[in-house]
C-alpha cells in the first residue's frame, strides 16, 4: 500500500499535469494577476463568525438584520447598527431554513440572543426579499458599464452558459445587452454578481 502513496504523480503531481508551473518562464515576464479588485479574491479577505464554533468568508454568507423580531436580507457593504449574523449564501439552503419549522434563533449573534425572545422569525416573503435585494443593485449599477468596454481581467455578460470560473455569466439574468464589467473598474458590481451566481447554485 505504501508503495502506491509513493508513486510519482502523487508525490509530484504538478510534473504531470498540462499546466503552467508556477516557476515557469512565461509567469516571471506576465507576473501575477493583479487581485486587488478581484471578486474571488475579496470574497474570501475578511470572515465573520456565524456561531460559537464556526467562521464564514463574508463573500460566502449572506449578512441578516434583526429587526422586530424579523431577520430580514442585507448586502456586505451595508451598515447597520442592529445585530446581524449571516448564513450560507445559497437559495437552495436558505429556500430550506425559511420553509424548516425550527426556529431561526440559532442563526443571532450572542449579543442579539440577551436581547430578544426565541420566537424570531424569518421576514415574510425572505427569499423573493434576497432576489430582489440583488437584482436591484446589479441592474442599477449596471448602467454604469460602458458597452465599448472590454479586458481581461473581468466578467464578461453574453449570451452563453454561465462558467463562473472563466469570467463567463450568462446576460439573461439581468436581461442586459453584451457587456464587460471590469474588476478594476467596477469592483463592487463585479463582486455582486459572482456573489449572486454564487447564491443561484445548485
Not at 50 to 67: A, R
Request: net charge positive.
Amino acid at each position: 500500500m505504501n508503495r502506491v502513496y509513493k508513486h510519482p504523480i502523487l508525490t509530484n503531481p504538478t510534473r504531470w499535469l498540462d499546466i503552467q508551473k508556477k516557476h515557469s518562464c512565461e509567469v516571471y515576464h506576465s507576473q501575477y494577476p493583479n487581485l486587488l479588485n478581484n471578486s474571488f479574491a475579496k470574497a474570501l479577505v475578511n470572515v465573520e463568525s456565524y456561531s460559537i464554533k464556526n467562521t464564514l468568508p463574508i463573500g460566502l454568507g449572506l449578512q441578516l438584520k434583526l429587526n422586530n423580531g424579523q431577520l430580514y436580507p442585507i448586502l456586505w457593504f451595508d451598515k447597520v447598527t442592529e445585530p446581524t449574523s449571516f448564513i450560507i449564501n445559497n437559495r437552495k439552503l436558505i429556500m430550506k431554513m425559511v420553509s424548516s419549522k425550527k426556529s431561526p434563533f440559532g442563526l443571532l449573534s450572542l449579543k442579539a440572543k440577551m436581547n430578544y425572545p426565541k420566537n424570531v422569525k424569518f421576514a415574510p416573503g425572505f427569499i423573493d426579499l434576497v432576489d430582489k435585494l440583488y437584482l436591484d443593485q446589479i441592474k442599477e449599477l449596471l448602467k454604469d458599464v460602458d458597452s465599448k468596454d472590454g479586458g481581461k481581467n473581468g466578467l464578461q455578460l453574453i449570451d452563453s452558459p454561465t462558467k463562473l470560473g472563466q469570467g463567463i455569466v450568462n446576460k439573461s439574468l439581468f436581461n442586459c445587452q453584451d457587456l464587460y464589467v471590469d474588476y478594476d473598474k467596477h469592483p463592487k458590481l463585479a463582486r455582486l454578481i459572482v456573489s449572486y451566481v454564487d447564491y443561484l447554485k445548485e
